[in-house]
């Protein structure tokens, strides 16, 4: 009776892409409901990845579910209700769309931070402060990274925990992934700059994944980036938007000034806001982080608060991309298991 | 919950304000203080109250450690019990250490009762006056901020170059206790703070940036206190001269009275020490306060208002301006006669 | 004997100034005593944090305390909420409480603020008044300054101050009964207890150190004399 049975997923980013071609190849019959123009998310916006560069195309095309006659993707649909209805749930967005599944994933993924709250390092405000998304975005383009009047940065200062471990934001927990990412756009400033000195303000170098330190290790040897312990506290504008950052070399115990060309902010992982929405018309809950709250989070972690509805990737909490892949193909397997015991 | 500074903006009572006076305006600057509730009563026709009894917050002495927490708070606790028993629910505060001071005791009361209830019983016992906590407690810069654009229809003048038509370049300075330590009870909040610039700008100034613009002027309390300390204070106040003299400032305004005064003086102290000054000139970069700058809009006569108290002198600034002002006067005592002259204005000979 | 933790935990403020710290440097970084000293806000908290007795014991005994300028510039940029400056505060408070800032030299110039600042106000009501500004230990008022001071009387009255008299206005005389009240409300909320703690603390050690008169008791011009000059060894 599989292929009689329907799953909705909301969110076609790496997860929902993900989960629905397990699905899809286990013979269930699946809807993406994107809200964006196109399928692929936020690593759309990405251009490689740590730790070993490669392409995030590679990535997005790998995950992309090939045509089938059960798949149904339907790109522009912004979701905002999920309700429960004799047993199946209803999905309606601001139109006049109205899906019904038998089982739905949660794959809404993570908003960036915005960085203008983050008042004092002058994002918005100082041309030459950029954050870890824009520098993607250069990168992508092909083009080198330089200041705002077109110059070659002599300087480069990265800027880890911006928006993440910040009772100021809002945002108490870490984002997990900016400080490999730190790492890896360092070393992408020296490949683009070899004579550029490139420093990365950290607090602590959470380098968890299992080829990430050996990165951080080439970043000190090869590419002679510097790695100071303390969170920056300010940023101000100097003339010639030169920038001026004031932070304390904590391993030396003594306030430090550098005058800088170019600043990244690396940008923590936000839920959607829309999550609350989705909350509303069901017992979905969101966690003290805002993101989808785990049935539990040892043993289910892919289970929401809704019997029935399935939880993948970032809208989890912060995830790298391989995590959130196999976070995708784990919501699956749970989803038939679910179903097929449903049937029974 | 989210704790964001952008774009905050503080309640500002609108009417019948009662007035808490600074210790270190009324000594350096006591004309600012006089002009602010003759601004309020007679241009904006606004009810504020000017009373007798109130004494010092005994902020300094607080910040400087040797008047304990408890005793502050019962000392505002009377600055307090004098306004409801005057039946005023609104503070207008002229000191930045008391703004601060103000707002520091009423959050420890939300916080912890225990300590308001301490604060009630030594009141009582001491003075047997009770109070209600006040509705709203503003800074006399909040309160010009608030009535800007109307002062800007009073206005006589603009704050634009009278001979070359462009804004004067002003750059401001925010006393820290005014927003650092409460984000929330500043106009604009700790990092962008707006209460100057708006200001600035809706009389016809351009606000300029500079890099140290929230470093502290350097007062320090202690610092500044004891002789032997007062390095701190002036190497601080120096950090910013060197910080704003690139970008060629007409003015420094300011709404706190210490900043004010330590910006004007220690450009002094500066130009004898080390035969310099930030302005381009010998005088150095007139400093005024917000009450002061909205006085001269108005065309208050500059010598009423107690210009003439600054070291800096205001006269270039004035001329700037183009304001009709009589400089024969600047000496001469309440009854038309000469009362003597400083040995020196400005910063260098 | 109660520790030196539970005398600081007494202080409401240690509540509000300290969650939790994880070193991070952000109020150094942006502290104007930092700068200017070998001073390090973060580890000062972290000594707090630590609850260390001997550590704190130390702390309270040293010039560390006496550096911060009191700016409260380290408090909107905590990630954590906390506010150093008024965790300086409490270890400034325990410190004359226990006359353990007679140890250092900063320290002691307690006595210079309580002379000065101390007597203005509870004999003016005014923190600051003009009177006691004196120019010759106020170089860097300038000239201005002096002029003012000299024509007291003439130049507050032309810019519409009240000094010294009778009413309201700026720098009136705050009346007998207005300071009486303050003086009361200082012996209520513990502000005289305070002084006199500063007080015998500084005699005790002005006798400890010589500066005694014919009696054998401390003279505390002299006393003041040498906190007035006392320079800083160290640098």
């Known amino acids: 009776m599989i292929d009689k049975k ?202 968890y994944g299992s080829k990430y330190d050996a990165l951080y290790l080439e970043a000190q040897k090869h590419h002679k980036i510097q790695f100071i312990r303390g969170r920056l506290s300010e940023v101000s504008e100097r003339q010639g938007k030169e920038l001026q950052l004031k932070a304390e070399d904590t391993l030396q115990g003594r306030p430090l000034r550098m005058k800088t060309d170019i600043v990244v902010l690396l940008i923590g992982m936000e839920a959607c806001k829309q999550n609350e929405d989705l909350c509303r018309d069901n017992a979905l809950e969101l966690d003290e982080n805002r993101f989808f709250k785990s049935k539990n989070i040892y043993n289910h972690r892919n289970s929401s608060t809704q019997s029935g509805v399935f939880l993948a990737g970032s809208c989890i909490c912060p995830m790298s991309v391989n995590e959130s892949l196999e976070s995708a193909r784990s919501a699956a397997m749970l989803v038939d298991k679910s179903l097929k015991v449903q049937e029974r | 919950m989210k704790n964001s500074q952008v774009n905050v903006t503080k309640e500002i009572a609108d009417d019948n304000y009662f007035y ?57 606790a009377r600055q307090f019990a004098l306004m409801t028993e005057h039946g005023f629910r609104n503070a207008a505060v002229s000191c930045i250490t008391s703004y601060g001071g103000y707002h520091e005791v009423l959050e420890t009361w939300k916080e912890f ?237 | 004997m109660r520790t030196m933790m539970q005398k600081l935990r007494e202080d409401v403020r240690l509540k509000e100034g300290l969650n939790a710290c994880m070193g991070c440097g952000i109020c150094t970084a942006v502290c104007p005593a930092a700068e200017y000293f070998e001073y390090d806000p973060r580890s000062i908290v972290v000594t707090v944090q630590s609850g260390n007795e001997e550590k704190i014991r130390k702390l309270i005994e040293s010039d560390t305390i006496w550096m911060c300028g009191q700016c409260m510039s380290c408090k909107p940029r905590c990630p954590r909420n906390n506010c150093p400056g008024l965790i300086i505060s409490v270890l400034r408070r325990v410190s004359q409480e226990t006359g353990a800032f007679v140890k250092s030299r900063l320290g002691r110039q307690q006595y210079l603020i309580l002379k000065t600042i101390g007597t203005n106000i509870l004999e003016t009501g005014y923190c600051v008044y003009p009177a006691s500004v004196v120019p010759e230990t106020h170089p860097e008022q300038g000239d201005v300054w002096k002029w003012i001071y000299d024509n007291k009387e003439a130049v507050y009255e032309r810019v519409g101050a009240n000094l010294d008299k009778e009413g309201p206005g700026a720098m009136r005389k705050i009346g007998r009964e207005n300071l009486d009240e303050l003086e009361r409300v200082f012996a209520e909320s513990g502000g005289q207890t305070l002084f006199t703690s500063i007080v015998e603390y500084s005699r005790a050690y002005a006798k400890e150190s010589g500066f005694v008169d014919a009696n054998g008791q401390p003279d505390m011009e002299k006393y003041t004399d040498f906190l007035l000059n006392e320079d800083n060894d160290e640098k």
């Open chain 1, 6 to 207: 329907h799953i909705a997923i909301i969110g076609g980013g790496i997860a929902g892409q993900e989960a629905a071609s397990v699905l899809t190849g286990l013979g269930y019959k699946v809807t993406i409901l994107e809200k964006n123009e196109r399928m692929g998310g936020m690593l759309n916006k990405w251009s490689k990845l740590f730790p070993d560069f490669s392409s995030s195309q590679l990535v997005l095309d790998a995950v992309k579910v090939a045509t089938d006659k059960n798949l149904n993707v339907i790109c522009n649909a912004d979701i905002f209700s999920v309700q429960k209805e004799n047993g199946r749930f209803k999905l309606s967005d601001n139109s006049s769309l109205d899906v019904y599944a038998d089982a739905v994933i949660m794959s809404t993924g993570y908003n960036l931070f915005d960085a203008t709250l983050k008042e004092e390092y002058g994002y918005g405000v100082f041309e030459n402060v950029i954050t870890s998304a824009d520098f993607e975005k250069v990168h992508k383009s092909g083009e080198k990274l330089t200041t705002a009047d077109g110059k070659a940065p002599r300087r480069v200062a990265f800027i880890h925990c911006v928006g993440s471990r910040d009772a100021k934001t809002g945002n108490t927990y870490c984002s997990k992934v900016c400080c490999i990412t730190g790492v890896k756009q360092a070393i992408e400033v020296t490949q683009m700059w070899p004579e550029c000195e490139v420093f990365n303000f950290y607090m602590d170098l959470r380098l």
């Open chain 2, 20 to 76: 808490l006076r600074s210790c270190i305006r009324q000594n350096f600057f006591p004309g600012a203080e006089n002009v602010f509730l003759d601004i309020l009563k007679n241009k904006l026709g606004k009810n504020i109250i000017d009373n007798a009894n109130h004494t010092s917050c005994t902020g300094i002495g607080y910040h400087s450690d040797i008047v304990p927490y408890e005793t502050y708070q019962t000392m505002v």
């Open chain 2, 113 to 349: 009762p225990e300590e308001e209830a301490k604060a009630r019983k030594n009141l009582k016992n001491a003075t047997g006056r009770c109070f209600e906590i006040p509705e709203n407690i503003s800074h006399s810069c909040d309160i010009i901020y608030r009535f800007r654009h109307d002062i800007a229809e009073l206005a006589k003048y603009k704050l634009i170059n009278k001979q070359t038509g462009k804004p004067l370049r002003i750059v401001d300075h925010i006393g820290c206790h005014y927003a650092k330590i409460f984000p929330d009870k500043g106009v604009g909040g700790a990092e962008k703070n707006t209460v100057l610039s708006a200001v600035v700008e809706a009389w016809g100034g351009e606000s300029v940036d500079y890099p140290e613009r929230r470093h502290c002027c350097g007062f320090g309390f202690r610092h500044y206190l004891v002789k032997n300390n007062r390095s701190y204070s002036i190497s601080n106040s120096k950090k910013k001269f060197e910080s704003m003299e690139p970008y060629c400032p007409d003015m420094i305004v300011t709404n706190c009275p210490g900043c004010n005064m330590f910006l004007d003086k220690w450009q002094y102290a500066l130009a004898k020490i080390e035969g310099k000054t930030y302005s381009g000139d010998k005088n150095g970069i007139p400093v005024l306060s917000s009450e002061e700058l909205a006085a001269l809009v108005l065309g208050y006569n500059p010598w009423d208002i107690g210009l003439q108290m600054h070291q800096v002198d205001v006269e270039p600034l004035l001329e700037k301006i183009g304001f009709d002002y009589n400089p024969d006067e600047k000496y001469l005592d309440a009854n038309g006669n000469f009362m003597g002259k400083p040995e020196f204005i400005g910063c260098l000979d």
